[in-house]
């Protein structure tokens, strides 16, 4: 028999003390570096970055099933608003998600969560461009894409594989 | 006890912990190099993706030539897949299971499914990829008939286009 006042103790121990974190987890948000001085957080903010290392349904940050960012070339640390992001699933569902000015896009799970493999594309207008590869597994796109490319990492989701024109005017 | 026996004893003992008293000792197979690139493209084409097998962490790693490369000259996505990484790959479908692959191969890949790689590629165990062949479906054939030392060139062909839905 536990006394009363032990279990008491335990009690308010187990009630002050922190939930345990994930230690890889933390190291991943750490890795990401702080806020750019200028970008709040919001829609706008990391871009390029690995969406779900923090946007997992793990913490206070909304939850994310696919998020990523697409730029207007492969090359050039321009963002593409206005994209249409083609998500289509294992099941044969498909979603459509627009970027922001950031060239951010976010699909939350209530709304889309996809069974992989998953097949993307990128629209504006008439033009069409579709990822060789399929997701297999992991929802942020910067987890293989991201510059520089190396042998580990396919270069930044672009839309354009040559410079070209691109009209971002309703953007700030 | 003599002090001269002991050593061969030791000896002894270690020999049967590492073989196993009750399995006979593996048959001494290569891995089926014959038609390897086709199957290491099917495989590449279905599971290496750079989310997936194609990390360089995996117990099966896998280099293909949209995902994962070998040199750092390479970028996913720049170039065909090299003979050094289908080596690569053969090493890491082989070396899975070692003795179990030995006696697969060196049984005409009887029984295919007794590999971890097998049951995983068709869904027959738990598998966070699903399951990327589909059984009896032409990825199946690619796999088991490499495993019988008779890889169909067609069916892994076949498996390597991987359809938009």
Sequence with gaps: ?172 | MRRGRLPGLVAALALAACSGADAPPPPSVTPPSAGWEDVSEMLGARCASLDCHGQPGRPLRLYHRAGLRLADVDVPGGGATTADEHAANLRAAAGLEPELFARVVGEGGLRAERLTLVRKALGLEGHKGGAPLAPGGSGDVCLRSWLAAATDDAACASAAEVERP
């Design chain 1, 1 to 172: 028999m536990i006394p009363q006042t032990a279990r008491l103790g335990v009690a308010a121990l187990l009630a002050f003390t922190p939930a345990c974190d994930d230690p890889l987890r933390e190291r991943a948000i750490e890795a990401l570096g702080p806020e750019v001085a200028g970008v709040p957080r919001g829609p706008l903010h990391r871009r390029g970055q690995p969406c779900l290392t923090c946007h997992d349904g793990s913490s206070e940050a909304r939850a994310f099933s696919v998020a990523g960012t697409v730029y207007v070339t492969a090359d050039a640390p321009d963002p593409a608003p206005g994209v249409l992001v083609e998500l289509i699933d294992a099941d044969r569902r498909a979603f459509r998600v627009a970027t922001n000015c950031a060239g951010n896009f976010f699909v939350e799970p209530a709304d889309f969560a996809p069974r992989y493999p998953v097949f993307v594309a990128l629209e504006l207008g008439s033009y069409r461009v579709e990822m060789d590869t399929p997701v297999q597994r992991d929802g942020s796109c910067a987890s293989c894409h991201g510059e520089p490319a190396s042998r580990s990492k396919a270069g930044q989701v672009y839309l354009y594989a040559t410079p070209r024109s691109f009209d971002a005017s309703g953007c700030p």
